[in-house]
């Protein structure tokens, strides 16, 4: 017994309404849940419904922590890829050469 293609679009409905937002993670997540229904779908002949509620009654805190530490870790990582790619001699001379502008703009506005 496999998954539907609205099985699989059920288990993103649910991630995406619990607030599971990096579409990576959330894919990831997507493809963990869905081996476990189906494996449990055909171990205890069961409705895909019902294995899926059992599961998330089961396995939902634990998703949800390792989630938190998987945004986390992917934050950490973004934010540490904008440092590297603004600490650059570009992007250096041109955040310089703009607050110069804006400093001689809103001192020639004074009165």
């Known amino acids: ?3 539907t293609k609205e099985n699989i679009e059920f288990i993103d409905t649910y991630l995406i309404n619990t607030d599971i937002q990096f ?6 997540m997507v ?10 779908m055909q ?5 895909f419904y019902d294995t899926f509620k059992y599961y998330m ?9 390792d989630y938190d530490r998987l945004r986390k870790d992917l934050q950490t990582k973004s ?3 904008l440092g590297r790619k603004m600490a650059t001699y570009p992007f250096v001379v041109l ?4 607050w110069t502008m804006l400093f001689f703009l809103e001192s020639g506005f004074q009165c």
Do not use: C, P, W
């Not at 171990?43 to 409705?47: C, K, L, T």
């Open 95 to 98: 955040f310089i050469t703009l």
């Open 43 to 47: 171990e205890n002949n069961r409705s």
């Open 79 to 81: 934010f540490g890829i």
């Open 57 to 65: 009654v089961l396995h939902k805190k634990q998703l949800e922590k």
């Open 31 to 40: 493809d963990h849940i869905a081996t476990a229904v189906e494996n449990d």
């Open 23 to 28: 579409v990576d993670v959330r894919m990831e």
């Open 1 to 3: 017994m496999s998954l």
